[in-house]
């Protein structure tokens, strides 16, 4: 069962989010040119590199910052059993993540509200509608 749910982790935090940008018509033009000539196979693959070549540049940085504010740097997932033995043991949780938080859909809005003080997310929060309307003057 920990190998499934370990997996399952990972597939989610493999996933892709879905961004737009607007760059000047020069800019498309030249990684256009770039794609055109064969280095790279398409903008979104240019656009990835960059941002990867970028975050590897400020990796210090990221882990200082991480460090420093005291984040979970990759993903935290949340399921109802998990929130009934932080509610059984009366703690609250103040979740802090660069990256993924996912709160399955078996937890309900009360069981949330009872068991997150708070979510601070840079990326991405998973969790149900009702469970993000729940806890919105939590989440920062």
């Known amino acids: 069962m920990v190998g499934d749910a370990m997996k399952d982790e990972r597939t ?3 996933e892709t989010e879905k961004m737009t940008i607007n760059l000047g018509v020069i800019d498309l033009g030249q990684i256009d040119l770039l794609v ?3 280095f790279y196979s398409n903008r979104t693959d240019f656009i990835r590199t960059a941002a990867r070549n970028l975050l590897a540049t400020h990796a210090d940085v990221i882990k200082q910052t991480v460090a420093r504010k ?3 740097l990759g993903l935290q997932h949340y399921n109802r059993h998990k929130l009934e033995m932080v509610q059984t043991r009366g703690e609250k949780l103040q979740i802090h993540v660069v990256g993924l938080v996912s709160i399955d859909d078996d937890v309900s809005p009360d069981l949330a509200l009872v068991t997150i003080e708070s979510i601070y997310v840079l990326g991405v929060l998973q969790a149900s509608t009702a469970v993000k309307a729940a806890l919105a003057e939590r989440i920062y």
């Open 70 to 72: 005291t984040l979970t």
């Open 12 to 14: 989610k935090a493999g």
């Open 36 to 38: 055109q000539e064969g």
